[in-house]
């Protein structure tokens, strides 16, 4: 198991600037979100040589991109084309239910494209189950706020573990001081205890933290142009002091 960063842990940040907060957290793994700072777009006038560079550079500093995040909105074959420039995988989310979003990625797949399905929310585990007896892959966006982070976990390790490409856990860095006693630890010690040899991607639980994870993420010029940490709707919390761990 690894750790891992989503760009949405700084979402005017450039891929560089990404991959150098990964790295200096120790984190060997991006997950890229569409739309984004970082720069990579699925638009067709992107250019697959320039994408397959970004790749190149994450890879020079030992960071993998483990999936690129699509909003639903974008189109297969741009979409197929970044991802086999970026060598990862296109994870299916946006405003669609389970179902929606599993045809899509039953269609990339057939097209030869690497995809998996995002899935939240209380329907999880009978959502991946259903998925992965059709073969689709599966991303899960662990929220702490559920309160169900183990039930969840358990099921999903002992039924289908193969199943599991990633997971996204919203509320890791700077914020998970304020996740004590929502399962984390046991999360985390059921993913170690199964052997998962995927990702962990921390991500935020709500742009309100912008600011405690730009601190945390080493990005002294602030969060972003306008922003003010004096601003009472920013919270800015302690950084942990552990490099590399999910708190």
Do not use: Q
Request: net charge negative.
């Amino acid at each position: 198991m690894r750790l891992g960063l989503s760009s949405e842990a700084a979402p005017d940040a450039g891929v560089d600037e990404l991959i150098r907060a990964a790295t200096r957290h120790g984190l060997p793994a991006l997950e890229l979100r569409a739309g984004d700072g970082h720069g990579v777009s699925c638009d067709r006038a992107a250019v697959p040589h320039a994408i397959a560079d970004v790749a190149a550079r994450a890879a020079a500093a030992g960071i993998g991109i483990v999936g690129y995040r699509c909003t639903g909105a974008e189109d297969d074959a741009a979409l197929a084309t970044l991802a086999t420039a970026l060598r990862t995988t296109v994870i299916v989310d946006g405003d669609d239910d389970a179902e929606a979003r599993a045809t899509r990625a039953a269609r990339l797949l057939a097209a030869g494209t690497d995809a998996a399905v995002l899935l939240r929310g209380g329907t999880v585990v009978d959502d991946a189950r259903r998925l992965s007896r059709e073969g689709i892959s599966v991303v899960w966006e662990a929220n702490p706020a559920d309160a169900t982070l183990g039930g969840v976990a358990r099921a999903l390790l002992e039924e289908f573990p193969a199943a599991l490409h990633h997971v996204s856990f919203l509320g890791g860095g700077p914020e998970t001081v304020m996740h004590e006693g929502r399962g984390i630890g046991e999360l985390m010690g059921r993913l170690a205890l199964a052997g998962f040899g995927g990702t962990v991607v921390l991500a935020p639980s709500s742009p309100r933290y912008r600011v405690a994870w730009s601190t945390w993420l080493g990005r002294h010029g602030g969060s972003g142009c306008g922003s003010k940490v004096s601003d009472r709707s920013l919270i800015a919390l302690s950084a942990p002091s552990a490099a590399g761990s999910a708190s």
